[in-house]
């Protein structure tokens, strides 16, 4: 019968049974003053301290108003702030209080204090008619029987009687509660008697539930049950009660519910439950029981439940329940002492058993047959034991199972074939064990479950354990050791649970987002990845076919989170920004974000200056995700980054500098502020795609000239700053073409010549003169004319003054004041220099432009190979390239793309599939093994490849472990006709459309693929320092100290422009390659 438990104040205290045990012991002690809270017939004490005497009188109606009563002679009615109805009578006396609630009729007395003898005659001022319930709180026995109290109520057909007292200095007798022949539920509860009158039941021969708990001490007569035959439901708990006597109940044939739990019963007997023919639940919890007879349950034949809690059982009996084939739930939780092994069969062939709950009871070894023949079990709980291995046929019978509960065990293997029968299984935990591996068919057999749990175990691999999990919905195994490194490289184990909800992975070593996960479970709603080894992050890893997900990647070792050249991926897989916003967060929050220039598009990001289709498609949410790098902006939000502020160190670098390349406007700042420079460095980087500008300080050095444009890197520097020097003249050798700001003040200049100044009226915006020596004579007139005419470009024009006369400043002069008469020829020295300027800047705009086209003809003519040629980046590949094509495009392969690259000038070792893969082996593994091998992947691009699986996976591969080295891996030869790219699948399409190829029938065909295959050169020396950094994949080297490359550039793939790596990160290096498109769909080397 299902126990209710009702706050007054809340709601209708509604008709209860026994509550269970659990719910009891969850409850008592809990202090209940007044009537604020209450269980129908509960035994808590009430508070005897209050200061105020009063009876109070709750009243539960089915809907009762304070307009249905009306108020007596001097007493004073109203409702409470809770709502109730009260009535105080008289006015500073003794307290009626009327509540209503729903559903059932309740009427309870309360004595708020002890009183000898207590006025029960004040009940006659009120008429309550019928309820069904009537209770009696902290009152004293009163003189006449319960009935007359009812009746002067005018209570009448009331059913249930609760009487609550624990300090009765009278003891309760048959005629208090005589007459009460309609009560069919009396309530006890801790009324604080022992001795129980044999005849106190003589008038309830009605009677069906009754409740004596908490009376410590409470001995029964023989006889006491005599009287109630129709007896259904007799709860005995916490009574202290040491002995049985056989014979108790032998009346109590219709009892269906027995709870003796807080006892003392150490030894019953068969005899103790002789006349219960009809029972079906008994709790004997906590009585601290040793050991029960195998015949204690033998004459119990209707048992449905048996619950065995909280004792001190080392051993049972293996046939306790032989004589129960009805029994449907055994409870045997929280056992007090080592119970270490079951004994055989104990609960085999019960057909009806459900339900068996044994958890935390010290078991460790469990019997193979315990559950053999109960073909009914839906739930076996054994969470919480010391079991380490579990027998293999355990479950042989158990083919219904719904639930099974594992967990927090010290289980280290699972046998195979162990859940091979529970086919209908939809729950499973195994979590808190001491699991390293799966087997790959351990899970084979449960192919409905919904939910596992594996967390907090030591698996480190999983082999293909989740394969046949379709229908897997919760899978829990965080605090694991698990990478996943040993599955396909595009998919997790968990490639078929195409019905994920929640998949927890905190606490392991993966590091990066499976295809699975993002594109096939479109019903995923939490992803968790936290305390895991991501180190990167691409647009690629954010799309989800999931509308609603949340991917948690906080407590990562996240650095960089690359978004260059999501918005063309984006709408290469078709999305438009006409789509709802997609409820999509990434939390990454506690990462160790590196603010520089690899963070420059995330950081556009957070600051909406991307495509809003990014915001569309995802939220990343960086809560207060700090900057860890670089030491300026460490410990600073990344949400207060300003985008044009990132910049990444440059390692190739003049000596004593230090080299920084800013995405915001594609700039290379050179840095040589106060370093003892005696003389400005003789050479910068060149440009290149990452970069086409520079950017030179030399602030507080001893320089006495400036660099000479002719120096290699020079002639394409914007920002010259050589304040704070000892410069005494400028030469217009020393002023790049493209110099826009010039900053020369505080050195020693007197003089600015004729050409200088007119390069500085034409090309400079931006020029700092002051704190110089300044001649005011004839040969600085053309100065004075530049100074007046330009003096908007002039930062502190008030502070150029003439050279030893104070406060003289050029603004304040005229012509004639220098030099009288006398007028300049500057307009043929202008014309030389535009000319000039001219010149120099088309020259390098031209070898700029077809840059590629000059490099790919000297290493085909086999001229200047020192400019073209490769490190020994690759020294340990075993082949210079693997071919990937379609088997349909063998002919050409084998005929003529093989014999020109093995058999030319410079032959090329090759990867075949025919010929260098080993017959039999797992083709993904090869396929990955091949492009691991090789230098480069060459991609046979045809019609036939579109259309092959295989070929499609070995693009897939090569690009992924290009993406993942930061290296160039892949070059496209183009076939046939493959029609137009917007035809192509979109990952393809994407990749074509910002990338060059190398296409047969082209007349630089070969010329062009050996160029972009690895370069191998006998007996050349190379000169240089070979400290240089590798711009990744379509990236310039950084040259090194003597100005010249040492390398041609890598093949022709996708480019990640803000990756500039230096020898300290190279053994580290994780990043992502992103896409620069030109304006033809081709990407060109440089």
């Known amino acids: 019968m299902a126990d209710r438990w009702v706050p007054i104040s809340a709601g209708c205290l509604a008709d209860s049974g026994v509550k269970s045990r659990a719910l009891w012991r969850a409850q008592r002690g809990r202090n209940i ?25 709750l009243v539960v109606t089915c809907a009762p108003t304070l307009a249905q009563w009306s108020c007596p002679e001097n007493c004073t009615c109203g409702r409470s702030p809770k709502g109730e109805d009260y009535a105080q009578c008289p006015s500073s006396g003794d307290v009626f209080v009327i509540s209503s609630f729903l559903p059932r009729n309740f009427l309870v007395l309360s004595c708020t204090k002890w009183m000898g003898k207590y006025d029960f005659g004040l009940l006659k001022e009120f008429n309550i008619g019928q309820v069904q319930s009537v209770g009696f709180r902290n009152c004293p026995l009163p003189d006449k029987p319960y009935l007359n109290l009812l009746n002067s109520m005018n209570v009448t057909n009331a059913v249930k009687l609760s009487i609550q007292y624990y300090n009765f200095s009278n003891t309760l007798e048959q005629r208090h509660l005589s007459g009460l022949t309609h009560i069919k539920r009396l309530f006890l509860n801790a009324i604080g008697f022992a001795n129980v009158p044999e005849d106190l039941l003589k008038d309830m021969a009605d009677l069906v539930t009754l409740d004596l708990r908490n009376n410590e001490g409470l001995t029964l007569p023989p006889k006491f049950f005599s009287y109630v035959p129709k007896l259904e439901t007799l709860e005995l708990g916490n009574n202290q009660i040491s002995d049985l006597r056989p014979g108790l109940f032998q009346d109590l044939s219709r009892l269906k519910m027995l709870n003796l739990w807080s006892n003392r019963l150490l030894n019953l007997t068969r005899d103790s439950f002789s006349g219960l023919s009809a029972l079906e639940s008994l709790d004997l919890s906590i009585n601290g029981m040793l050991k029960l007879q195998e015949d204690t349950f033998q004459d119990l034949g209707k048992l449905k439940l048996v619950s065995l809690n909280a004792n001190n059982f080392k ?16 409870h045997l939780h929280e056992n007090r002492q080592i119970l270490k092994m079951l004994p055989a069969g104990l609960l085999a062939n019960l057909t009806s058993l459900q339900g068996v709950y044994m958890h935390r009871s010290t078991i460790e070894i469990l019997p ?35 639930e099974l509960d594992l967990s927090s065990n010290k289980i280290q293997d699972l046998p195979d074939g162990v859940f091979s029968s529970l086919y209908k299984l939809r729950v499973l935990r195994l979590g808190k064990n001491r699991l390293t591996t799966l087997n790959q068919y351990l899970f084979a057999s449960l192919v409905k479950l919904e939910t596992l749990d594996l967390e907090h175990n030591a698996l480190s691999t999983t082999a293909r354990a989740f394969e046949r999990l379709v229908n897997l919905q919760e899978a829990s195994l965080s605090h694991n050791k698990l990478s996943f490194s040993d599955s396909m490289a595009l998919f997790s184990p968990f490639r078929n649970c195409v019905k994920m909800r929640n998949l927890r992975l905190a606490n392991n070593s993966i590091q990066s987002i499976f295809s699975d996960w993002s594109l096939t479970m479109s019903e995923l709603k939490l992803l968790d990845l936290r305390y895991n080894n991501f180190s990167f992050l691409m647009v690629d890893d954010f799309r989800f076919t999931s509308e609603h997900i949340t991917l948690d990647l906080r407590h990562n070792n996240i650095r960089n989170i690359n978004l260059y050249g999501a918005d063309q991926l984006i709408r290469a897989w078709g999305y438009n920004s006409n789509e709802p916003a997609r409820d999509v967060k990434i939390l990454i929050e506690d990462n160790p974000m590196q603010c520089d220039c690899n963070a420059y598009f995330f950081a556009r990001y957070l600051e909406y200056k991307v495509d809003p289709m990014l ?22 939000p990344v949400t207060r980054i300003k985008s044009e502020k990132l910049s990444c160190e440059v390692n190739s670098c003049p000596e004593r500098c230090s080299c920084h390349m800013r995405p915001h406007d594609k700039a290379l700042l050179v840095d040589c502020t106060n370093r003892g420079l005696t003389e400005p460095p003789r050479w910068l980087p060149p440009t290149n795609k990452l970069f086409n500008h520079t950017e030179l300080w030399l602030v507080g050095n001893g320089l006495i000239n400036l660099p000479d444009v002719s120096w290699p890197g020079y002639a394409n520097v914007t920002l010259v700053d050589a304040s704070y020097n000892n410069l005494g003249s400028v030469n217009i050798s020393q002023l790049p073409p493209g110099l826009k700001t010039l900053k020369l003040n505080h050195n020693n200049l007197t003089h600015l010549n004729t050409p200088v100044l007119e390069f500085l009226t034409n090309r400079t915006t931006n020029i700092s003169l002051h704190g110089n020596p300044w001649s005011c004579d004839c040969q600085n007139r053309d100065m004075l004319a530049f100074l007046q005419a330009q003096f908007k470009q002039i930062n502190q024009l008030g502070n150029v003054t003439c050279n030893g006369v104070e406060n003289h400043t050029f603004t304040e002069l005229k012509a004639d004041d220098i030099c009288p008469g006398h007028s300049g020829l500057i307009v043929a020295t202008s014309t030389t220099l535009a000319v000039a300027g001219i010149l120099l800047g088309t020259l390098a705009a031209l070898y700029y432009r077809y840059n590629r086209e000059v490099k790919v003809w000297l290493y085909a003519k ?22 990937s094509y379609s088997h349909k495009d063998e002919d050409f392969v084998v005929n003529e793309l093989v014999p020109g690259l093995e058999n030319g000038p410079a032959p090329f070792k090759l990867c075949l599939h025919f010929r260098d893969w080993v017959a039999g082996e797992f ?6 093994r091949s492009v691991d091998d090789s230098c480069r992947t060459l991609v046979v691009l045809s019609p036939n490849f579109l259309e092959s699986v295989w070929g499609r996976m070995e693009f897939r591969t090569a690009h992924k472990q290009a993406l993942s080295e930061g290296r160039a ?12 790219i917007d035809s192509l699948d979109p990952e393809l399409k994407a990749y074509l459309s910002m990338n060059t190829y190398v296409k047969w029938g082209d007349p630089w065909f070969w010329d062009k693929l050996r160029y972009a295959l690895p370069h191998r050169f006998k007996d050349h020396k190379i000169s240089g320092n070979t400290n240089k950094g590798v711009l990744n994949d379509k990236m310039e080297l950084v040259y090194p100290s003597n100005g010249l490359s040492a390398t041609t550039p890598p093949a022709e793939i996708i480019i990640n422009p803000m990756l500039i790596i230096g020898d300290k990160e190279k053994a580290k290096l994780n990043d992502h390659i992103n896409f620069k498109r030109d304006t033809n769909d081709y990407i060109k080397s440089v």
């Not at 569309?616 to 030491?631: Q, R």
């Not at 083709?923 to 990955?928: D, F, K, N, R, V």
């Not at 891996?969 to 137009?980: A, E, K, N, T």
């Open 615 to 636: 915001h569309i498609m995802f939220n990343i949410v960086p809560d207060n995700l700090i900057c860890a790098s670089p030491p300026d902006f460490a410990g600073i």
């Open 862 to 883: 086999n001229i200047f190979l020192w400019f073209v040629t490769e490190e020994e980046l690759d020294k340990d590949k075993l082949y210079d390239a693997f071919i």
């Open 368 to 402: 193979e047959d315990l559950f053999w023949g109960s073909t009914e079990l839906i739930n076996i709980t054994l969470y919480g034991n010391k079991l380490t291995e579990l027998p293999a046929r355990l479950f042989r019978d158990a083919t219904k199972l719904l």
């Open 33 to 57: 003053p007044g009537a604020d809270q209450m269980e129908l017939g509960d035994a808590d004490r009430m508070s005897t301290t209050m200061l105020s005497v009063a009876l109070i009188l």
């Open 315 to 330: 051993e049972l009996p293996g046939t306790l329940f032989r004589g129960n084939p009805m029994l449907e739930s055994f």
């Open 923 to 928: 083709i993904p593994t090869q396929i990955a």
């Open 969 to 980: 891996r892949v070059i496209l030869l183009v076939y046939g006709d493959v029609g137009p």
